[in-house]
């Protein structure tokens, strides 16, 4: 498909549609996280996906189609700093310019909302340089968790 027919999908809480786009976006986590990671459904769902205050999910498809390919929850509970949790893209959209689309909408939703950086912790299997390359640094060291698998975490200075 083209990249063209690329949308991205708001999952604004006071529209009528907002369940059936939060549901997609769940779709997407459900078979990225937790079928293909391995991820507990309640890890991955946590509390926080309907706080209407703090929290907007992303999701990218394409026009038409009744899946997203990949999504993301964009939190901002810092003054200064959003943060972006669950980005899941589906195989194939990986790296892809899906999922640059869908971080470019992650910045201006979060230069929106006056922050200054945006951050996301990569797992190393992820393709760390995918972000190194679209202005994200590093901005703490690596570390383990839980999982046993190495995190990074990352940030981007967002324009004024």
Not at 10 to 22: A, P
Not at 35 to 41: K, L, Q, S, W
Not at 45 to 62: A, F, I, S, T
Request: proline share 2%; aromatic share 10%.
């Amino acid at each position: 498909m083209s990249t063209k027919s690329l949308r991205i999908f708001v999952v604004d809480f006071s529209t009528g549609d907002f369940q059936e786009k939060l549901q997609k976006c769940f779709d997407v986590r459900e078979a990225v996280d937790q079928r293909e990671r391995g991820i507990p459904y309640a890890i991955d769902r946590d509390g926080l996906d309907y706080d209407v205050r703090h929290v907007n999910h992303l999701g990218v498809g394409y026009r038409g189609a009744s899946e997203y390919v990949g999504t993301l929850r964009l939190e901002y509970w810092e003054k200064n700093v959003a943060q972006i949790h669950h980005l899941a893209m589906r195989q194939g959209y990986r790296h892809e310019r899906a999922e640059e689309k869908l971080l470019q909408a992650a910045e201006r939703r979060a230069s929106h909302l006056q922050k200054e950086k945006l951050s996301l912790t990569v797992r190393a299997d992820d393709g760390v340089q995918f972000y190194l390359d679209r202005g994200f640094t590093r901005n703490r060291d690596p570390f383990v968790g839980e999982d046993h698998i190495t995190y990074h975490p990352l940030q981007k200075v967002l324009p004024r």
